[in-house]
C-alpha cells in the first residue's frame, strides 16, 4: 500500500486549497523516519524554492535517500537548473512553437502550468510536452517572439507564481485528478507484493495482444502475487507507482513507447521490452548488420543508399530477381515490398527512399511458412508457423479497406528442427535478454533469420495454443523474478 505526501514550507502556502493530512511541511517530512523497505511513498515537492540547497532541492534529495518517489527528481530540478534548453528545442517542442497564434516582434509571453495543464487552450500542448520533458509540479515557461516564437526560459514554480482566482482554481482541481488517478490507493493491492504496468493501446488496429491474451497476462500476474494494470500513453508519469512496465503495444523508436520503456527504465523498474532492445530490432538496418556481423545465417542482404542506376545495377547483379526492399521501420509486414524486375526496381526504390535515406534490399526466398520463434530470457518458449496469405508471398497482406493474415500451426519447441531453434537463441542472445520473437525461413538448403522482433505477438488461441495458461505464466515468473532481485 503507497503513503501520499504533499510536502510545503509553511501550512500557509495551501491555505486556498482543502486542507489534507497529506500536507506536512518540510521540517515534518525532515523529521521523519525512512519507510520500510515493502511500503511506497509518494511525495509531491510544492517547497517555495528549487534553487540548489534550497528546502525544495533538500526536500527532493531527502525523499529520493528514502527511495521514495519525488515530484520533481533531483534530476528534473537539476535540468531545469542549466541555462542550455537545446535538449527540448531537439525532442519536438519547437514545432509546438510555430503552432502557436503570432506575437509582436520582441514580445515575450509567461506561461504558468500545472501538471502539464494551463489556463489558455492554445498553450495546452505545450505545457504538457515541457512537462513530460520536465515532470515538476508548477512551472513557469518564458517565450519570446522574435519572428516566431522561441523557449527562452523554463523553471520550476511555487503556489505563490499562481494567481489568486482562475490559476489557483485550475491547480486544485488538476491536482485533485492528477493524485487521485496517480498514486490512487486500490484495496485489491493489498494482497499483492509487486506492481505491473501493462502499456496497451485500445485503437490499435494489429496490437501484439489481443483482449482475451492481455487478460490472461493479468491473471497469471496475480496467481504470482503480482498486481496488473492496462495503462496507456496518458498515464506516462505514473510509471513511478509500479515495480515494472510490460509493453503490449508495437514499439517504435519515434514513438511514446520508447519514452515510456527509458523513463520506465530509469525509474528502476523491470521492463519488457527495454529501450535497448526497441532500438536494436525496430530498425533493420541495425539488425542486419548485427546478424551478420555475428555469423547468424541471413538471407542474402544489400544495403541501398540512394536512388542511382549505377547502385541499383550493382544490388540488382548481386541479388537477382525478384528481390525484397525493406523500410527500415516497418512492422507487421508494412513497408516491405517484393520487386520482380528492373522497372519495379527503380520505381519501388524512388518511392520508398523518399521515406527513409536507407533500405534493406534482401534476396527473395519463397516459403509455404515462416517460423516464429519465441524467445524469453534467452530460452525458446513457444513455436509457431505462420504461413502466407493465399495467392500472397507474405503472412500479412494489407489494403486500404483491411488486413489478412494466413493461418498457423502452433507445436512444443521440442519438435522444432535443431538449425531453427539454434539460429533462433543466437539471434536473439544478441539483443539482450527479454522477449523476443525470431522469425526465420527454413528450405532444403538452409535456415535462415530474417528478423527478431521485440514485443512478439502473443493472441488466445494462436501462440498459446500448445502451451496454454503456461504461456503467461512463464511471462510472468520472470517478471517477478527480476523484480524479487532488483528489490534484494
Same mark, same amino acid.
Given at each position: 500500500?503507497?503513503?501520499?505526501?504533499?510536502?510545503?514550507?509553511?501550512?500557509?502556502?495551501?491555505?486556498?486549497?482543502?486542507?489534507?493530512?497529506?500536507?506536512?511541511?518540510?521540517?515534518?517530512?525532515?523529521?521523519?523516519?525512512?519507510?520500510?523497505?515493502?511500503?511506497?511513498?509518494?511525495?509531491?515537492?510544492?517547497?517555495?524554492?528549487?534553487?540548489?540547497?534550497?528546502?525544495?532541492?533538500?526536500?527532493?534529495?531527502?525523499?529520493?535517500?528514502?527511495?521514495?518517489?519525488?515530484?520533481?527528481?533531483?534530476?528534473?530540478?537539476?535540468?531545469?537548473?542549466?541555462?542550455?534548453?537545446?535538449?527540448?528545442?531537439?525532442?519536438?517542442?519547437?514545432?509546438?512553437?510555430?503552432?502557436?497564434?503570432?506575437?509582436?516582434?520582441?514580445?515575450?509571453?509567461?506561461?504558468?502550468?500545472?501538471?502539464?495543464?494551463?489556463?489558455?487552450?492554445?498553450?495546452?500542448?505545450?505545457?504538457?510536452?515541457?512537462?513530460?520533458?520536465?515532470?515538476?509540479?508548477?512551472?513557469?515557461?518564458?517565450?519570446?517572439?522574435?519572428?516566431?516564437?522561441?523557449?527562452?526560459?523554463?523553471?520550476?514554480?511555487?503556489?505563490?507564481?499562481?494567481?489568486?482566482?482562475?490559476?489557483?482554481?485550475?491547480?486544485?482541481?488538476?491536482?485533485?485528478?492528477?493524485?487521485?488517478?496517480?498514486?490512487?490507493?486500490?484495496?485489491?493491492?493489498?494482497?499483492?507484493?509487486?506492481?505491473?504496468?501493462?502499456?496497451?493501446?485500445?485503437?490499435?488496429?494489429?496490437?501484439?495482444?489481443?483482449?482475451?491474451?492481455?487478460?490472461?497476462?493479468?491473471?497469471?500476474?496475480?496467481?504470482?502475487?503480482?498486481?496488473? /494494470?492496462?495503462?496507456?500513453?496518458?498515464?506516462?508519469?505514473?510509471?513511478?507507482?509500479?515495480?515494472?512496465?510490460?509493453?503490449?503495444?508495437?514499439?517504435?523508436?519515434?514513438?511514446?513507447?520508447?519514452?515510456?520503456?527509458?523513463?520506465?527504465?530509469?525509474?528502476?523498474?523491470?521492463?519488457?521490452?527495454?529501450?535497448?532492445?526497441?532500438?536494436?530490432?525496430?530498425?533493420?538496418?541495425?539488425?542486419?548488420?548485427?546478424?551478420?556481423?555475428?555469423?547468424?545465417?541471413?538471407?542474402?542482404?544489400?544495403?541501398?543508399?540512394?536512388?542511382?542506376?549505377?547502385?541499383?545495377?550493382?544490388?540488382?547483379?548481386?541479388?537477382?530477381?525478384?528481390?525484397?526492399?525493406?523500410?527500415?521501420?516497418?512492422?507487421?509486414?508494412?513497408?516491405?515490398?517484393?520487386?520482380?524486375?528492373?522497372?519495379?526496381?527503380?520505381?519501388?526504390?524512388?518511392?520508398?527512399?523518399?521515406?527513409?535515406?536507407?533500405?534493406?534490399?534482401?534476396?527473395?526466398?519463397?516459403?509455404?511458412?515462416?517460423?516464429?520463434?519465441?524467445?524469453?530470457?534467452?530460452?525458446?518458449?513457444?513455436?509457431?508457423?505462420?504461413?502466407?496469405?493465399?495467392?500472397?508471398?507474405?503472412?500479412?497482406?494489407?489494403?486500404?479497406?483491411?488486413?489478412?493474415?494466413?493461418?498457423?500451426?502452433?507445436?512444443?519447441?521440442?519438435?522444432?528442427?535443431?538449425?531453427?531453434?539454434?539460429?533462433?537463441?543466437?539471434?536473439?542472445?544478441?539483443?539482450?535478454?527479454?522477449?523476443?520473437?525470431?522469425?526465420?525461413?527454413?528450405?532444403?538448403?538452409?535456415?535462415?533469420?530474417? /528478423?527478431?522482433?521485440?514485443?512478439?505477438?502473443?493472441?488466445?488461441?494462436?501462440?498459446?495454443?500448445?502451451?496454454?495458461?503456461?504461456?503467461?505464466?512463464?511471462?510472468?515468473?520472470?517478471?517477478?523474478?527480476?523484480?524479487?532481485?532488483?528489490?534484494?
Amino acid at each position: 500500500m503507497a503513503r501520499f505526501y504533499v510536502v510545503v514550507d509553511d501550512l500557509k502556502d495551501w491555505s486556498p486549497y482543502f486542507p489534507s493530512q497529506d500536507v506536512v511541511t518540510f521540517d515534518q517530512y525532515l523529521e521523519q523516519a525512512g519507510s520500510a523497505a515493502d511500503e511506497r511513498v509518494r511525495v509531491i515537492n510544492l517547497c517555495r524554492s528549487y534553487r540548489y540547497l534550497g528546502t525544495g532541492y533538500y526536500c527532493s534529495l531527502l525523499a529520493e535517500a528514502r527511495g521514495h518517489n519525488v515530484l520533481p527528481s533531483v534530476k528534473t530540478l537539476s535540468e531545469l537548473g542549466r541555462k542550455s534548453l537545446s535538449v527540448i528545442q531537439w525532442e519536438g517542442v519547437e514545432p509546438l512553437l510555430s503552432k502557436l497564434p503570432k506575437g509582436q516582434a520582441g514580445e515575450e509571453l509567461e506561461i504558468h502550468c500545472w501538471f502539464g495543464h494551463t489556463l489558455n487552450e492554445d498553450h495546452e500542448a505545450l505545457a504538457k510536452a515541457v512537462f513530460e520533458r520536465f515532470p515538476s509540479p508548477v512551472l513557469e515557461i518564458t517565450l519570446e517572439f522574435k519572428g516566431h516564437w522561441r523557449l527562452r526560459k523554463v523553471q520550476a514554480a511555487s503556489l505563490k507564481n499562481l494567481s489568486a482566482g482562475a490559476e489557483q482554481d485550475a491547480f486544485a482541481a488538476t491536482f485533485e485528478s492528477f493524485s487521485n488517478k496517480m498514486w490512487r490507493k486500490p484495496r485489491a493491492r493489498k494482497q499483492f507484493r509487486y506492481d505491473l504496468a501493462i502499456l496497451v493501446d485500445p485503437e490499435e488496429k494489429l496490437p501484439p495482444s489481443d483482449k482475451a491474451a492481455l487478460r490472461k497476462f493479468v491473471k497469471a500476474a496475480q496467481q504470482l502475487g503480482i498486481s496488473a /494494470e492496462m495503462i496507456t500513453r496518458k498515464d506516462y508519469m505514473r510509471l513511478p507507482e509500479y515495480d515494472g512496465l510490460f509493453i503490449r503495444e508495437t514499439t517504435s523508436v519515434d514513438h511514446h513507447t520508447y519514452r515510456f520503456a527509458k523513463k520506465a527504465e530509469a525509474e528502476g523498474l523491470v521492463v519488457m521490452d527495454d529501450p535497448t532492445s526497441i532500438l536494436r530490432c525496430t530498425n533493420k538496418i541495425y539488425l542486419a548488420d548485427l546478424l551478420r556481423s555475428h555469423k547468424v545465417p541471413v538471407p542474402k542482404t544489400e544495403f541501398l543508399r540512394r536512388e542511382n542506376e549505377e547502385e541499383l545495377r550493382r544490388i540488382a547483379d548481386t541479388l537477382g530477381f525478384p528481390m525484397v526492399l525493406k523500410v527500415p521501420d516497418g512492422a507487421f509486414s508494412r513497408g516491405v515490398v517484393k520487386v520482380a524486375n528492373w522497372e519495379e526496381l527503380v520505381s519501388e526504390s524512388e518511392r520508398l527512399l523518399a521515406k527513409s535515406a536507407l533500405l534493406l534490399a534482401q534476396e527473395f526466398m519463397y516459403t509455404e511458412y515462416d517460423w516464429r520463434i519465441g524467445v524469453l530470457d534467452g530460452k525458446p518458449l513457444y513455436a509457431c508457423r505462420y504461413y502466407m496469405v493465399k495467392n500472397h508471398w507474405q503472412i500479412y497482406k494489407h489494403s486500404s479497406s483491411r488486413s489478412q493474415s494466413g493461418g498457423f500451426d502452433t507445436m512444443p519447441t521440442y519438435e522444432v528442427p535443431k538449425k531453427v531453434l539454434d539460429a533462433a537463441s543466437k539471434a536473439a542472445r544478441l539483443i539482450g535478454n527479454g522477449f523476443y520473437g525470431v522469425d526465420l525461413k527454413q528450405n532444403d538448403k538452409q535456415v535462415v533469420v530474417i /528478423e527478431v522482433n521485440d514485443n512478439p505477438s502473443i493472441d488466445s488461441g494462436v501462440e498459446d495454443l500448445f502451451m496454454g495458461e503456461g504461456l503467461y505464466q512463464s511471462v510472468m515468473e520472470v517478471f517477478l523474478r527480476r523484480m524479487e532481485q532488483r528489490r534484494r
